[in-house]
């Protein structure tokens, strides 16, 4: 079975767990290079953004249960930097996160991505995908992912950043995450979800889908989907559309013919170098056009 399919194929057997106490985290620094569960990695498209000229590394973010570690990048001079709030896949805040994060600093933003499993465990050194989703993805509830993104937009605002020009953007479980926190937090000024899931049965600790949020989402979100996403089918990317158009909600979703689940990401034989490059142009008109930039 095709990488990109599995991941979709598991995410969709999560299992339905009651609603874990927040405890100590476990994760408290972040992994050199990339995760294990993606190894190979693809190193002849590997994209590669350069730190200088930026202030880049490992921050530290205050939550209501102690720190959470993050990756932070924003250029070394200035200050009132446009926001990002970058979600990770399945894989942790390995390399590829990090990259993303500079390529928005290159730009002029302040970008940080949290460690948002930190609780649970380190994504980025589980080999096994069963173990990582069982161990870690499956007991991350929505309701802590949404309260430590509020948490990293508190840290901007004190830290240089504007949040007054805030966006999110996520990849795959990102994707999702991205959907419900533009519907969360009334902050945010643009959202760009990559090929995020949009519907499935609710659970204890995920009680919503994006499907389920789209009629009282205020925040324009750019949906970037692909075509033969063996995960996402079309069907669910049209039953989106119906539920934004019937709320009035001006987010928009753009499907890339014969493109499969994580399209964008460079480091991975799923990249597709064309798509990838035209979507995150799409995106930074996305976050122009509503006032972060």
Request: aromatic share 8%.
């Amino acid at each position: 079975m095709h990488q990109s399919a599995q991941l979709q194929e598991l995410d969709s057997l999560l299992p339905k767990l009651e609603p874990n106490s927040r405890r100590g985290f476990l994760t408290t620094t972040l992994p050199a290079g990339f995760a294990l569960a993606v190894q190979p990695v693809m190193g002849q498209t590997m994209i590669t953004t350069p730190a200088d000229g930026l202030t880049a590394g490992e921050v530290k973010i205050k939550t209501s249960d102690g720190e959470m570690v993050a990756y932070r990048a924003m250029p070394a001079k200035g200050r009132n930097f446009p926001c990002v709030l970058v979600v990770e896949e399945i894989f942790g805040v390995h390399e590829h996160i990090k990259d993303i994060c500079r390529r928005f600093a290159k730009l002029g933003y302040l970008a940080i991505a949290p460690e948002l499993f930190a609780r649970y465990g380190d994504p980025s050194k589980i080999a096994d995908m069963q173990q990582l989703m069982r161990d870690v993805i499956s007991k991350t509830p929505d309701s802590t992912v949404l309260s430590d993104l509020d948490s990293t937009v508190a840290y901007m605002k004190a830290n240089r950043g504007n949040t007054k020009k805030l966006a999110v953007t996520g990849f795959c479980w990102g994707g999702r995450i991205t959907w419900l926190y533009a519907a969360h937090n009334p902050q945010v000024k643009a959202g760009a979800a990559w090929y995020g899931r949009l519907v499935g049965q609710p659970s204890a600790l995920q009680p919503q889908h994006p499907i389920d949020v789209a009629g009282k989402l205020k925040t324009p979100v750019l949906g970037l989907y692909g075509e033969k996403d063996a995960g996402i089918p079309l069907e669910s990317v049209d039953k989106m559309r119906a539920a934004l158009k019937a709320a009035g909600n001006p987010s928009d979703i753009v499907v890339f013919p014969g493109a499969p689940h994580g399209f964008h990401a460079d480091y991975r034989p799923s990249y597709r170098e064309k798509d990838a490059k035209e979507a995150f142009s799409k995106l930074l008109a996305w976050f122009k056009q509503h006032g972060v930039a």
